[in-house]
C-alpha cells in the first residue's frame, strides 16, 4: 500500500515483560549458533539439504517427531559477525530502545527457567504508522472494504512468504542495525511492490508475545516483542496468515497475546483463533466496484501425535490444522458461494525439497475441486513449483521472504484480480541474502525466472515473470 503519513494513537497493549537474567549474550548466541546451524553438505541453488524422498513424496524417516525437522535449522541464529555489526559490538533491538543484552534470558534464551515469565514492566505502541484513508476498513469482524487505487478496475494482490522478527534471531537485528526501519531491509523495488498493491499478504510466522515459555522438547521456537507489528505496517501488508507451526511456540498465552497484538492494530489475520470458528474464519476483502476476495488458511505440517502446533477446536484455541481438509473445503465453497474470489493460503509440504509430499497434490486438487481461485502455499522455506490444477494456479511453496540470513532464492507474486476473475499472475524474482531480501534485475532475474521454469513443466513464465498453462 502507500507509504503510512497519518499517525495516531494505538491503544496500550498490557503485554508483560521478562525478567533479565545475568549471563552473556554472546554465550548465548554461541549455544545457539553450535546447537542450531545447519549442513552445508548436499545444498542446492537454493540452499536446499538433499533428504530422502519415498514415492508418495514424503521424507523417509525414523523421527517420530514428524518431517518438518530433518533438516535442522528453520531459522537461523544470529552468527558472531551478525551480532558485532557495530564498532560496540551492541545493537538496539526493538522499540522499547534495549539493547541485546537486555533481551537476552537465562538458559535457553527464550524464557525462564520454571517457564514462567517475569512481570517487571509492560510493553506498548504508541504513535506507529497504521494504514492510512486508503487502507482497507473494517466493516465486521471478517469484512473489510478497500479502494482500488487510481480508480481501476482490477485490483492488485501481492504475495510474500516467511516473516520471521523474533528476536534473538537475524532479521530484528538486521533492522537495528538500519536504523530500525524496514527500508534498506527491503529494497526499494519489492517495497514498491508491496506498498503499491492494493492488498499485500505475508506469513507472520511467531508469535507476538514477552509472555509465556517455549513449547518443551520443540526444536526451534520464536517470539517477538508487541511493538514489532509495526514493521507489517511498514512493508504495506494489509493481512497475514497465521496458520502455521509457529504461532503457538509460546503455548496458548502467545497465541492470545499474538491475537490481541494484531486486532489492537487493525490487521486482519486467517489460519488461527481462540476456537475453530475462528481460527477457520476467512476474511473477505470488497472494492466499491464489486470485486470481492476471500482469504483462507490453513496448516496440516508436523506428523507427531500429538503435534508441537494445536489445532483449535470448538473450546480450544490453536490453528486451523487441516490434514483432513472436508472444512476447509467446506469453507472455500462457501467463500466461492458468496460470490468472492478464493485464495487460499496453505502451511504444507517438507522443508528445504523441491519434492512434493502427498498432501500437497491431494489437497491442492480438492480445494481446486471445491472452489478456489488462487493457492498460495509456504512452509518448505525454498521455492517450490508454479503449477495449474484442474484450471486452478498454484505455488507450492513462496519460500523465505525475509526469514533468516541465508541466501536464498524468493519472490512475491502479483495477483490481477477483476470482478470476472484472475486477469493476470506473475511471479517476482528475489533474493534472500545477509538478513535482507532485494529484487533481482538482469542476469540474477533471468536465472531464477529460467529456474522456475525448470521445475515446473506444466506452465509457461515469459520474461517478466508473467505466467500461463503451457497447454
Known sequence: ?????????????NCFGRKIFNCLFPTLVLSFCITGCQAN??????????????????????????????????????????ISGDSNGSLDVGSNGSNANDNAADGDGIGSSDGNAASDSSMEISDEEIPSSDSPVALLPNEYSFDIKDGGDSATVVFGGDVLFSEGYAIIYSIARNGGTIEGVIDQGLLDCMRGADICMVNNEFPYTLEGAPLEGKTWTFHANPSSVHYLFDMGVDIVSIGNNHIFDYG??????????LESV???YVGAGRNLEEASRTVYFNSASGIRIAFISGCDI??????FTRGATDTQSGVFRVRQDELLCQRVMEAKESGAFVVVYMHWGLENTLELNYLQKNQSADLANAGADLIIGDHPHILQNLDYVNGVPVIYSMGNYLFNSKTLDTGLIEAKIGTDGLISWRFIPGIQSNSTVRMAYGDEKSRIINFMQSISPRVVIDGDGYIYPNN
Open 41 to 82: 553438505e548436499n545444498r542446492s541453488l537454493l540452499g536446499a539439504s538433499a533428504i530422502s524422498i519415498d514415492e508418495a513424496g514424503n521424507a523417509i524417516s525414523d523421527n517420530d517427531m514428524g518431517t518438518e525437522y530433518l533438516t535442522g535449522a528453520v531459522g537461523v541464529p544470529m552468527t558472531q559477525d551478525e
Open 252 to 261: 496458548a498465552i502467545g497465541l492470545s497475546n499474538t491475537l490481541t497484538t
Open 302 to 307: 508436523e506428523g507427531s501425535d500429538p503435534p
Open 1 to 13: 500500500m502507500q507509504i503510512r503519513e497519518r499517525k495516531v494513537y494505538i491503544r496500550h497493549l
Open 266 to 268: 487493525s490487521m486482519p
